[in-house]
């Protein structure tokens, strides 16, 4: 069975000297009753005795890491790893969650709550996210928001009758396209959609409205926090420098893209850790072989890097005041 499916718990415990090498975070894969049956990565998938998959997780706590232990028991024991990016309230976990979407039908109409409402109902962080699609067929599309402004009564009331899906405002969405959900935004993600993922390391979803499939609903916790007014966003990029864009940017995390002709070169010493998606391409990161649909993670102060993967694609994601320096693709 393929090492991405193996339970964090069953794998050697790593006890040396905090790491200054990439580390590669092996999936864990969900099935979810929209996802897919033919994922564009994980060749091997289909060993796990799963339908369909519709997530691919790779900063939870259980995911297990390169070095033998979860990500988990690697940040409880080298707490440094993670740099000045550290939670402080939430110590012991990979402060963003980062992750890849496959789409066969539309997900739930749903709401995360911030981060005052997620500490005071369930000891969690809020979920601020973002996504970037990495493939779309034609005619894809998401939904953020309102068109028009609602009340909460109406709200919960279109949530039971299922008015509310043609209450959203939906959008046409292709590959490279930004959406930028903060914390309260009604939302849902369409049918035929690859997509990159990175949010709050928080699993709290409200359910407003499933079309019929038998799932719970969670109407009083999602009235209560969801933005009633439309929500306007744009999708663009910012070139940084040459091969390297910020797709967007929040208190929580920046994501950019790196597109190397040839290589992408990251200085030592980071002050926080860095999460470095594979999306296309193949050659060599540091001493080991990368592959699409991989993730590493770049540990805070850790050594020099060099990625080597002519026309290779990748998100960056970290968390920082400032653009990240040092990071030169060529």
């Not at 049956?37 to 060993?47: H, I, K, T």
């Not at 369930?122 to 067929?137: F, M, N």
Request: hydrophobic share 40%; glycine share 8%.
């Amino acid at each position: 069975m393929p090492s991405y499916f193996q339970s964090a718990d069953s794998v050697a415990g790593y006890i040396g000297p905090i790491e200054r090498s990439p580390i590669l975070l092996e999936p864990i894969l969900r099935e979810r009753v929209w996802g897919r049956d033919d994922l564009p990565f994980f060749p091997c998938w289909r060993a796990a005795n799963i339908r369909l998959i519709g997530e691919a997780w790779f900063t939870f706590e259980e995911n297990s890491t390169s070095l033998g232990i979860s990500l988990g028991e690697l940040i409880r024991k080298h707490p440094e790893v993670l740099g000045n990016a550290a939670d402080p309230k939430h110590p012991g976990i990979c402060p963003l969650l980062m992750k890849l979407i496959f789409t066969r039908e539309r997900l739930s109409v749903q709401v995360h709550p911030d981060d005052a409402y997620a500490e005071l109902h369930h000891h969690s962080l809020g979920k601020t996210e973002a996504w970037y699609v990495i493939d779309a067929q034609p005619g894809a599309e998401v939904a953020m928001g309102f068109r028009q402004p609602i009340t909460r009564e109406r709200l919960k009331q279109a949530a039971q009758s299922g008015e509310i899906e043609h209450l959203l405002a939906w959008h046409r969405v292709q590959a490279g396209d930004v959406i930028f959900v903060p914390a309260g935004t009604v939302h849902a993600i369409g049918a035929g959609l690859t997509i990159c993922e990175v949010q709050e390391n928080s699993d709290i979803t409200y359910r407003l409205y499933d079309y019929g499939r038998p799932r719970e609903l969670h109407l009083e916790h999602g009235v209560a926090v969801s933005y009633l007014q439309p929500y306007s966003f744009e999708s663009h990029t910012v070139p940084i420098a040459q091969g390297r864009d910020s797709l967007t940017e929040c208190k929580y995390f920046r994501m950019e893209r790196l597109r190397p002709k040839r290589r992408v070169s990251i200085s030592s010493g980071l002050p926080c850790y860095a999460l470095l998606m594979c999306l296309r391409g193949e050659g060599q990161i540091g001493a080991a072989q990368f592959e699409p649909g991989q993730v590493w993670m770049m540990p805070a102060e850790g050594d020099e890097l060099s990625i080597e993967g002519p026309d290779s694609e990748w998100i960056l994601t970290y968390t920082a005041d400032e653009r990240l320096p040092g990071v030169f693709v060529d």
